[in-house]
Each structure stands twice: as C-alpha cells, then as structure tokens.
C-alpha cells in the first residue's frame, strides 16, 4: 500500500528501504531483464509500498534504448490488422523504430501477458486492440501501464491515447440507403457491446429506422463476435426462417467471410434475392463477383495516426492530456444492393 505523507518517495527512498544501489532500482525500472528475479520483486514491491513514481521524462529518454514498439493484435487473420501495421510501421520506421507483432488470438490470457512482457523493458511504447473493453483485469493492466501507448478502436475511460473510427455514421448512411430503395427486413451481424465498433453499428443501424420514423426490426440485430464461424452462423440461421431478411449488413470483414459462405451454400443470388452491405474495403469486397457495397475508412491512416500520436508521446508529450482521434467513414455503392423484391 502506498505510505500517505506529504512528501514524494524518491528514487533513493527506495533503494535505502530496498537494500539495493539506486542503479538497481534504476535498472528495475528500465531494464529489468537485467536484475534478479527476486530482487525485481522486492523493489517493484518498495516501489508501490512507497508510491514511488518515476520521472516521466528521464524515463523515455533511457527507454528510447529498445527502439521497438509493440503492436498488439486480437486476430493476425484480420487484413485490416496487416494494412493498419504496414502503415504505422513505415512511419515509425522513418524515425528509428521497428514494430514488433503479437497475436493473441482473443484470448484474454494471452492478451495480458502480452501487456506484461513487452511493457517491461522489452519495448518502448505500444499500439494495440483490446478484445473486451469491459472486462476489469482488462482494465486494470491498462491503467498501471508503464509504457506510452495507443489503442486502436478501442473506448475505455482511461487516460490512453486513441484512434477511433466513426462507425455510427457509416452504419447509419448504409442502413438509411436499404430503406431508401424499399428494404425493411434488414439484418445487421456485427461485433458484440463489449467493443466500441459493436455498439457504434448498431447504434447507427437503430438510429436510420428511428430517423424514417419506422420500427427498428431489432430480432435482426445479431451482436456478438468478430469470426467468420459467428458470420455463417447467423446468416444461415436468418436466411432459413420463415420470414427472412431483404437485406444483410456484415459489420466487419471476418463477418463477410461466413455470410458470404452462407449465401453460397444456399444459393442466394446477390443482388437478386438478397442485397448486401458490408466493412471496409479489402481485395475480397473489390472482387466478388463484382464490388461490394462498404462502409469504407482509411485503414493506412488510422495506422499512420496511432505511430504519430505515440511519437509524439515518446517525444515531448510525454505529460500532455490522452487525445482522441476520430477517423470518419463513408459509404461507397457497389453492386450487392438492389431494390427490395416484391413480397
């Protein structure tokens, strides 16, 4: 527990109480691969006992060491992942720093040592997605930190740099087209509440019937997982029922994946019997069988952002207030969409 005095701990308070130099409880702090295990913990221990809080400029000029920046994903099969880590990589690149790939495959066991090992000393800041913003270890790892660091489309009420995406206005834009040429059974299968891109789809969705004054079909909300495996599922569970949608929104690209198994496996001609809607722009929505129609956003520059805000951290904003970065996103028609069929 941290002692309650007026007076900050120092570096020497906790080398006296620690019984090691200071260069140890130096090197505790920025290289800690360097010290004994045992000692580690006992000086990691004094540290909190004490409150001790290291200066924050001293400690990016000595990290700058690693010249390595972490990258943290949920689901390497992701090609937004590859386009966004292309991006932040070539900018990081050109001031002396290389990117390091993790995959922790959503799992948050994974996720979490991921967080633990590289922030100590392994790297000097960290860009990463989060695979539950609600979970509280989650939270907990991400408040105590020790690394500059920036998530990628992830909210949580931290102080922690941020690129998000506008999701809602996307969704709404889609969602408000379908009605415009005569759809009403829309489907939308999306990511869970849990992250921001799962409540930001479906509140723009709610928000385009709401707008038109029409009752939302929210039975048609499917809200859950990021998997290819949840995609199929759902769109063949919808287009097998009695009373089956005029027209699918696949709220991500692993999403579109399954859907589009879906739809092969049952024969769906696209844009005959079902249109179709999905996210962002990849080699897959520019090729079948002719364009999709997406929600598109610069994936390069969400990557490109986040490399510029942890620089900027790593640099002389080091103390500056979290910043949030909204990047928007826009409707672009393909062939996938026609007017609602009669019945």
């Keep these: ?26 090197r505790t702090l920025n290289a800690p691969d360097t010290v ?9 221990a004094i540290i909190d006992e004490l409150g001790f809080q290291p200066d924050a400029r001293a400690q990016n000029m000595r990290r700058r060491r690693t010249a390595t920046v972490g990258f943290i994903v949920d689901d390497i ?13 070539a900018e990081l690149r050109e001031h002396g720093y290389w990117l390091h790939l993790v995959n922790t495959e959503g799992k948050a066991r994974q996720e979490a040592d991921a967080i633990e090992r590289l922030q100590h000393g392994r790297v000097d800041g960290l860009i990463m997605t989060i695979n539950n913003e609600k979970d509280v270890q989650c939270r907990d790892r991400l408040a105590a930190l020790r690394v500059p660091s920036v998530l ?13 995406t506008d999701h809602a206005p996307g969704l709404f834009q889609a969602t408000d ?3 415009e040429i005569g759809h009403r059974r829309i ?8 992250i921001r891109p799962g409540r930001e789809r479906v509140k723009g969705f709610v928000e385009a019937f709401g707008r038109r004054k029409l009752a939302c079909p929210h039975e048609l909300i499917r809200s859950q997982r990021l998997s290819p495996d949840f995609g199929f599922h759902e769109a063949s569970s919808l287009m097998q029922g009695p009373d089956r949608p005029t027209a699918i929104i696949a709220g991500g690209n692993r999403i579109l994946v399954g859907v589009l198994k879906a739809i092969q496996q049952q024969r ?14 990849t080699d897959l929505t520019r090729l079948y069988p002719g364009p999709l129609t997406v929600v598109d956003r610069d994936i390069e520059d969400i990557g490109r952002t986040a490399a510029q805000l942890l620089l900027e951290r790593l640099g002389d904003r080091h103390n500056a207030p979290a910043r949030r970065i909204l990047v928007s996103t826009r409707l672009i028609l393909g062939g996938s969409c ?6």
């Design 1 to 26: 527990m941290a002692r309650k005095t007026g007076k900050a701990a120092t570096i020497s308070d906790v080398a006296m109480k620690s019984g090691v130099s200071v260069g140890t409880v130096s």
């Design 36 to 44: 004994r295990p045992a000692t580690l913990r006992r000086v990691r």
């Design 77 to 89: 099969s992701n090609p937004l992942h590859a386009i966004t880590f292309k991006a932040a990589e």
């Design 152 to 164: 990628l489309d992830r909210e949580i009420e931290l102080a922690i740099d941020a690129v998000l």
């Design 177 to 179: 087209y379908l009605l």
């Design 187 to 194: 489907a939308l299968i999306t990511a869970g509440p849990e």
């Design 268 to 281: 769906i001609v696209i844009p005959d019997e079902l249109s179709l809607v999905t996210c962002d722009s």
């Design 338 to 343: 026609a007017p609602s069929p009669p019945g």
